[in-house]
Structure formats: C-alpha cells, structure tokens
C-alpha cells in the first residue's frame, strides 16, 4: 500500500518536512496518511527520486492504487 510505503521513507522526519520535501503540504499528508485521499503522481515521482530505493515498492503498490488527479489535470477536466 503507498500509505506504507510513505510512511517507511518518512525516516524520521517531521510529518512538516516530509511534507515539503515531497512537495505537499503537512495537510495533504495528513489526508494520504488517513486514507481521505490518495497520493497524486507528483508525489510518487517525488518520492522516487528522494528515495531511488523505493521504486519497487512503489510500482508493486500502484497496480492497486487509483491517484489523485493533480489539480492541473482536474481543472481541465472541469472546463
């Protein structure tokens, strides 16, 4: 699961910083960790190239996942 997969690579990390370094906020974070929302494909990238060692891990777990769209991707949808 990519809820797991976040959480083992937070190593440490406040919630706040792991949040920046993957480029949400500490709420986004939150939300994924909670199950109120799944990550977007930025941060899956975002995570993969922190962490080149969780590439496995990620494309094993997103054979299951449905991810957020990115709001960009949203947007357009709506108009």
Known sequence: M???????????LTQNEYARLLGISS?????IYSGQRN????VIRA???????????IAAALST?????E???QKQAVA
Request: net charge negative.
């Open 2 to 12: 990519l809820t797991d997969i976040l959480r083992k690579y937070q190593r440490g």
């Open 27 to 31: 709420a986004g974070i939150s939300l």
């Open 39 to 42: 990550p977007g494909i930025e």
């Open 47 to 57: 995570l993969a190239q922190r962490f080149p060692e969780s590439a496995d891990e």
């Open 65 to 69: 996942v449905t991810l957020a769209a």
């Open 71 to 73: 709001p960009e991707a």
